[in-house]
């Protein structure tokens, strides 16, 4: 079972950036999908996560209003697109399957996102 991040790259103060996860070897239906993010010197904090049926969302306050989280199940993919980048969004994102019930937790390898002032 792998999860595959990517989308990360060098982007401008200001842009825009759209992050795919894509599971493989097993269906993510049943699992809670979120993006994490890790910056130099900081402790991993969770950006967005998408429930399983409801699809009801969570953003941290720090993307707040900037970014969406989807999801296609038909594709076994989850998406984090953030706009209005900010040099402090510079970080490496993991994508993050969870099925609780099943006490069962994936994390992708991440893929850098730079911004520049």
């Known amino acids: 079972v792998q999860l595959q991040a990517s989308g990360g790259g060098l982007v401008q103060a200001g842009g825009s950036l759209r992050l795919s996860c894509a599971g493989r070897g097993t269906s993510f239906r049943a699992y809670a999908m979120a993006w994490y993010r890790q910056a130099p010197g900081k402790q991993r904090e969770l950006v967005a996560a998408?429930?399983?049926?409801?699809?009801?969302?969570y953003y941290a306050d720090s993307v707040d209003g900037r970014s969406t989280i989807s999801r296609d199940s038909g594709k076994n993919t989850v998406y984090l697109r953030i706009d209005n980048l900010l040099p402090e969004d510079t970080a490496v994102y993991y994508c993050?399957?969870?099925?609780?019930?099943?006490?069962?937790?994936?994390w992708g390898k991440g893929t850098q996102v730079t911004v520049s002032s």
């Open positions: 998408i429930t399983t049926k409801s699809g009801s969302t």
């Open positions: 993050n399957a969870a099925n609780d019930r099943a006490g069962v937790e994936y």
